[in-house]
């Protein structure tokens, strides 16, 4: 089983940056795909950005698009999720999650994340 600690969340103005971090331990970090997804208070979990096992592909939501930047560094076993251009409504729960199949071709199916870390407050103010 993987573990995933996630860091980096905070108190942010509009318009302000954050980087989240998550860290894996317990399997091969590098095999597989990670994502990051959020909770707003009194609504469903969506899907934020993922990135696969090998770095070289990234797919994001529409609302983050241009904004986001999801990356990771295998040899230190942490995904990141640089957010930048925040807005109040992104106020939220940050997840990071890992692909419970290692090595999948497609990273663009939510329900392929099948271990999740324990989530890291991101509060922006307007």
């Known amino acids: 089983q993987v573990q995933l600690v996630e860091s980096g969340g905070g108190l942010v103005q509009a318009g302000g940056s954050l980087r989240l971090s998550c860290t894996a331990s317990?399997?091969?970090?590098?095999?597989?795909?990670m994502g990051w997804f959020r909770q707003a208070p009194g609504k469903e979990r969506e899907f934020v950005a993922a990135?696969?096992?090998?770095?070289?592909?990234?797919y994001y939501s529409d609302s983050v698009k241009g904004r986001f930047t999801i990356s990771r560094d295998n040899a230190k076993n942490t995904a990141y999720l640089q957010m930048n251009s925040l807005k109040p409504e992104e106020t939220a729960v940050y997840y990071c999650?890992?692909?419970?199949?290692?090595?999948?071709?497609?990273?663009?199916?939510?329900?392929?994340?099948?271990?999740w870390g324990q989530g890291t407050q991101v509060t922006v103010s307007s």
């Open positions: 999650a890992a692909d419970s199949t290692p090595y999948r071709a497609i990273i663009t199916v939510p329900t392929n994340f099948g271990s």
């Open positions: 317990g399997r091969t970090f590098s095999s597989y795909n």
């Open positions: 990135i696969k096992w090998s770095g070289r592909t990234t």
